[in-house]
């Protein structure tokens, strides 16, 4: 393939799905569009409708998809019931009283919540506004209160269940339980480094610290939050127990968390049909979103798109780590201007003959794919936990970028440690 020749394939086949995400056509059409118009260039095999429709069909059929329709179904009927008062009351018992401990509150009410919602936008809309309001009232400044709750809703999809990661797992054929389990270190770390970074911050500025520990209070917070606390235990315990897969857990989750509504007396057969009901529209999106994107990966394989990225990247250097640097720094760049879920249906397809050229752990890109892009959801123009904040605060977006940025570091700092240290995310599944 000469270069002008691949020059303007690349141009046609990232380029116009890139134009028309960005001129508002759903990821989903744009990657079917450009998968047609590829077929019918003079680069293409000719319009196929029997390979187009097997590739939609095809693409969807697997028991690990199920999955998806249960832990959509799961992070609703969680903000439903309103769990996150519970959650938060139960975090203020723990770090309250430390001198910062409204912010680690925030972070840890974040980790909690994210081994059940499994979306950053389901932790920034359910608890970003109970959270933010509470650093306010307690005297914090507007940035810091915006950087946390901003910065530690990325832990939703890192920590399990992770919707992001069961697209993941099915575009790259990668277990769903393994993914779950190697994001909990992942995920813990980062609510380490940002309590660190917070605690840098909050002696700078001279905060000090909330009520007094009572064992009392503890106790209470704790009898009102087990219920929804022994959600995540159920989810992750099961599957390192071996007793039931991810997609699995998340079936038995759902009941559990529908029989906590009915005990709360916060839901009712008409909320359930709501819930259920919208979780089923996401889910045919979704499963949509899926089915185009195993034609586009059909399409870009036809094209030998991946062995000449494969061929250009270890043209550069041999080495899988350099490698995988590469790969985060596109990543970063496409993280600004890529919704996560668009930026992996368009992706995976295209990069997973290349992992497999450059000798990459495909479970290990996993994890820093799903890191790297969750820093997306932070920067403009496109950050989707921005405009949720300027939703639920009384923030500007400029605000809300300003004060977001500083917390940056601490994720890039953990998506290093992963790149350069596989065992951090890795050893669990092995055990």
Sequence with gaps: MIVPELGLILTIFLGGVLLLYLMGVPVAVAMGVTSVLIMVSPFGRGLNYELIASQLLFGVNSFTILAVPFYLLLGRLMNRIGLTERIFRFATALVGQFRGGIAYVNIVASMIFSGM????????????????KAMRDEGYDKDISL????????????IPPSVVMIIYGI???????????AGIVPGVLIGLLLM??????????????????TTEEAVESFKAALLPLLTPVLIIGGILSGWFTATEAGAIAVIYVIAMGFYYGELDLHGLYLE????????????????????YGLIALQLQLPIFIAE??????????MILLLLVLVLLVVGTFLETMAAITILVPILL?????????TLHFGIVMVLTLMLGLLTPPLGVILFVLEKVTDAKIEEIVRAVIPF?????LVILLIVFFPSIALFLPTL
Excluded: K, Q, W
């Design 408 to 412: 940056y570091v601490p994720i890039l």
């Design 353 to 361: 003959p290349v992992l497999t050229i450059a000798g990459i752990d």
């Design 117 to 132: 919602s499994g979306l950053a936008v389901a932790d920034a809309a359910g608890l970003g506004r109970v959270e933010y």
């Design 147 to 158: 950087g946390v709750t901003g910065s530690s809703a990325v832990i939703g999809p890192i």
């Design 276 to 295: 259920t009901r919208d979780s089923m529209v996401e889910t045919f999106a979704l499963m949509f979103i899926v089915g185009v994107a195993a034609l």
């Design 312 to 321: 250009a990247l270890t043209g550069l250097t041999s080495d899988p780590t």
């Design 171 to 181: 575009l790259a054929e990668e277990s769903i339980g393994d993914l779950f389990i």
């Design 196 to 213: 660190a970074f917070v605690m840098l911050m909050v002696v700078h500025r001279g905060y000090e610290g909330g009520d007094a520990f």
